[in-house]
């Protein structure tokens, strides 16, 4: 049984940081593309980060490249994002997925599925 679980979420202060960890089991964690998402209220989940299996390549979306930073270790099977200069418009609940194919932005590519972790940012 595969599982996804983030932690590391919380209520922060804008300007300040958070590492979001997803670890996960029950998969040859290796074989997986890794991405996260985020999801506002109101709004569609979006793309924020992935990487590819051995961490080789790094994609991000555009409004968080240059604050946002995607890693992983794959001998801890986790995935890790680490949030610098949090913006209040960052709110939202963020979801690790895999993606056994490589990796995308796009959700419908993805496996597998964390149950999430809010962030939330107060200006």
């Known amino acids: 049984q595969v599982q996804l679980v983030e932690s590391g979420g919380g209520l922060v202060q804008a300007g300040a940081f958070l590492r979001l960890s997803c670890a996960a089991s029950?998969?040859?964690?290796?074989?997986?593309?890794m991405g996260w998402f985020r999801q506002a209220p109101g709004k569609e989940r979006e793309f924020v980060a992935a990487?590819?299996?051995?961490?080789?390549?790094?994609y991000y979306d555009d409004s968080v490249k240059g604050r946002f930073t995607i890693s992983r270790d794959n001998a801890e099977n986790t995935v890790y994002l680490q949030m610098n200069s949090l913006k209040p418009e960052d709110t939202a609940v963020y979801y690790c997925?895999?993606?056994?194919?490589?990796?995308?932005?796009?959700?419908?590519?993805?496996?597998?599925w964390g149950q999430g972790t809010q962030v939330t940012v107060s200006s």
């Open positions: 997925a895999a993606d056994r194919a490589a990796v995308a932005r796009s959700a419908r590519e993805y496996d597998y």
């Open positions: 029950g998969l040859t964690f290796s074989s997986y593309g």
């Open positions: 990487v590819s299996r051995y961490g080789r390549y790094t």
